[in-house]
């Protein structure tokens, strides 16, 4: 008698459900059933999802119903006297789920799956190789459309990725996997283009895919200026560790750099160039060289740790943003940064940001240094724009100003300004 068994082969997230078909005598076959699952929502005991949630009742239901239809066929083609075999039973499963196999590039998994492999060996439009960031962007992407199938118990052809589709997933990652909107509207522009890409290559998408857009919130931009900048400076501050992280806020707002940048600046980093010294560094995010004269703030604080730059506060960089994060609130709220201002915090009970006004130092932290660096500087006119584009790193004027939340009318009112003092 045949009998079927749901089981999972990994611990990775998420992992395939594979049925196997016992037909006995030892004779056993094993086939990827379409469904994924994080295995930790496993029951190795039931062979069936825990019954925890929704979601995955529904899972267990379409597991059920999918052995219902093999047995089904099983009967129907053992007694005609058919081969049960391993092509027999994916062929079975692929027909039941009204799909093809599984490297049909129809299907939107698939094809991301093919996408990413070739991204490696793809240039951009400036034709330049595509990052290691902009890859690890596409993995991540992967592993939330893997994520929504499973929440959806579907799998998505490349035609699916529609309005309805859009708005679903959009739903998904903001209530289920509570990510920001802007990260979500990057996703959205990331899957238009993974979907776009399917079709120059001959297969159907949906004809909504035009209408298929990306978008982005602007945030509340939160800088520190001079002025502030000479209260942090002043203010005294007993514990060494935030005197530390004092020097490295100071710094971080006059070399414009992001934190992954910023805490692994080291003296050997500094270069003489033609009578004035630079910190030399290749950005991490974007792998761009950037040259940074050293202002004479930060040589001030140089010298105070004898030509080098502070320590440090952990081992990882990742700990090291962490703390860096928590220090400087502190920081900041010894200077008396406490008046209110516009900014966006967490709420620890839905776990979401939430515009609303709040005490400065409390929106303080390390991606301030490099808005307060552009900012600052933009507003003294003496800076032509693309010479702070060189520290920042940033490729158009148009993405340097959407940064730092100014206008192209910002230029017009500039000009009109000259012209009304000529």
């Known amino acids: 008698m045949a009998t079927i068994k749901y089981l999972l082969q990994g611990t990775s ?11 006995g005598r030892g004779k056993v076959l094993k086939r990827k059933s379409g469904y994924i699952i994080n295995p930790k929502n496993w029951s190795q005991r039931t062979g069936y999802p825990k019954q925890t949630q929704a979601e995955f ?8 119903g999918l052995e219902s239809d093999i047995l089904k066929k099983f009967n129907d083609d053992f007694s005609t006297g058919k081969d049960i075999n391993g092509e027999w039973l994916e062929n079975t499963i692929a027909g039941i789920q009204n799909r093809e196999k599984s490297d049909d590039f129809d299907y939107l998994l698939n094809y991301t799956e093919s996408f990413i492999e070739k991204l490696p060996f793809s240039y951009n439009k400036s034709g330049k190789k595509i990052s290691e960031a902009t890859f690890k962007k596409y993995k991540t992407i992967l592993n939330k459309l893997v994520g929504f199938e499973s929440h959806k118990n579907k799998r998505f052809k490349l035609k699916d990725v529609n309005l309805k589709f859009r708005a679903d997933f959009i ?3 903001s209530e289920k996997e509570k990510i920001n909107d802007n990260t979500i509207g990057r996703y959205i522009s990331f899957i238009k283009t993974i979907v776009y890409d399917a079709r120059k290559h001959g297969y159907e998408v949906s004809h909504q895919i035009s209408d298929f857009k990306g978008f982005t919130v602007s945030p509340p931009i939160v800088t520190l200026n001079f002025e502030e900048l000479e209260k942090i400076k002043k203010v005294t501050l007993k514990d060494e560790v935030l005197d530390i992280a004092r020097d490295w806020l100071i710094i971080g707002c006059y070399v414009g750099q ?3 940048d910023l805490l692994r600046m080291s003296n050997n980093m500094i270069q003489n160039i033609q009578g004035y010294q630079f910190i030399v560094i290749n950005q991490v995010k974007t792998n761009k060289k950037v040259q940074i004269p ?3 703030e930060v040589k001030a604080i140089l010298d105070k740790y004898n030509g080098n730059f502070p320590p440090t506060f952990a081992s990882t960089p990742a700990s090291n943003s962490a703390l860096f994060n928590r220090h400087i609130k502190k920081v900041c709220l010894k200077a008396g ?3 209110k201002v516009e900014g966006s915090l967490i709420n620890p009970e839905t776990q979401r940001k939430e515009v609303g006004r709040y005490e400065k130092w409390k929106l303080i932290s390390s991606h301030v240094c490099r808005r307060s660096f552009a900012t600052n500087f933009y507003s003294k006119r003496k800076y032509p724009t693309p010479l702070l584009m060189n520290v ?9 100003l959407n940064y730092i939340g100014k206008k192209p009318i910002d230029y017009s009112l500039q000009l009109a300004e000259i012209w009304n003092n000529d």
């Open 171 to 173: 739903e998904y990652l």
């Open 392 to 400: 920042t790193g940033h490729s158009t004027e148009t993405m340097f």
């Open 57 to 64: 009742k529904n899972l267990k239901s379409n597991l059920i």
């Open 258 to 260: 992001r934190v992954s």
């Open 337 to 339: 940064l406490t008046e």
């Open 294 to 296: 050293i202002h004479a």
């Open 13 to 23: 997230n998420p992992s395939p459900i594979y049925l196997r078909l016992s037909l």
